[in-house]
T-cell receptor, first 109, second 114 residues
Framework: GQQVMQIPQYQHVQEGEDFTTYCNSSTTLSNIQWYKQRPGGHPVFLIQ?????EVKKQKRLTFQFGEAKKNSSLHITATQTTDVGTYFCAGYNFNKFYFGSGTKLNVKP | GAGVSQSPRYKVAKRGQDVALRCDPI?????LFWYQQALGQGPEFLTY????????KSGLPSDRFFAERPEGSVSTLKIQRTQQEDSAVYLC????????????FGPGTRLTVT
């Protein structure tokens, strides 16, 4: 069945370092969304990518959708302690979203 | 405005008991999803409603799980004869209309089956 794999599982960085998380789908996706979940909280929508090769930026965050619409990445430049949390990708196909297992980001001040 | 609310926030059930989890989506949101999130994992799709119609229930793990949204707003996820493997956080999310729009998640219900 459809799967969305996400790596790495954990990432520990020093404040100011960059961070990247990657998602790969076993099949072509209609679109992909990214969410952030703080410890003890619920997922909060960050962005949606729809077009092949699409790149979107939100301040220090850069999101990419692969040409084949099977992979995506989230890159954070110069991490801050407020970036701490788990980042999930969610690929959409046929009325449902397939979430990756998430990348847990820890930022040391 | 008000976000998605869920109740109860925490539920402890003895194995074999039935439970009912409630979701109040954002007013006017057409699409509603239920997810199950195990510790350290991503949300796993259970079922999807568009208004009152349940368009996809392929993620429900067994026939002990049942969801409804009779008037197209509030939804209830019912689990009969709970088992220990049902212990998880159950998340509800709503989106404005088309299913591919951004989802707004509720705080979840943490179910513990003892």
């Amino acid at each position: 069945g459809q799967q969305v794999m996400q790596i790495p599982q954990y990432q520990h960085v020093q404040e100011g370092e960059d961070f990247t998380t990657y998602c790969n789908s076993s099949t072509t996706l209609s679109n992909i969304q990214w969410y952030k979940q703080r410890p003890g909280g619920h997922p909060v929508f960050l962005i949606q990518l729809v077009k092949s090769g699409e790149v979107k930026k939100q301040k220090r965050l850069t999101f990419q959708f692969g040409e084949a619409k099977k992979n995506s990445s989230l890159h954070i430049t110069a991490t801050q302690t407020t970036d701490v949390g788990t980042y999930f990708c969610a690929g959409y196909n046929f009325n449902k979203f397939y979430f990756g297992s998430g990348t847990k980001l820890n930022v040391k001040p | 405005g008000a976000g998605v609310s869920q109740s109860p926030r925490y539920k402890v059930a003895k194995r074999g008991q039935d439970v009912a989890l409630r979701c109040d989506p954002i007013s006017g949101h057409v699409s509603l999803f239920w997810y199950q999130q195990a510790l350290g994992q991503g949300p796993e799709f259970l079922t999807y409603f568009q208004n009152e119609a349940q368009l996809d229930k392929s993620g429900l793990p067994s026939d002990r799980f049942f969801a409804e949204r009779p008037e197209g707003s509030v939804s209830t996820l019912k689990i009969q004869r709970t088992q220990q493997e049902d212990s998880a956080v159950y998340l509800c999310a709503s989106s404005l209309n088309r299913v591919s729009y951004e989802q707004y998640f509720g705080p979840g219900t943490r179910l513990t089956v003892t």
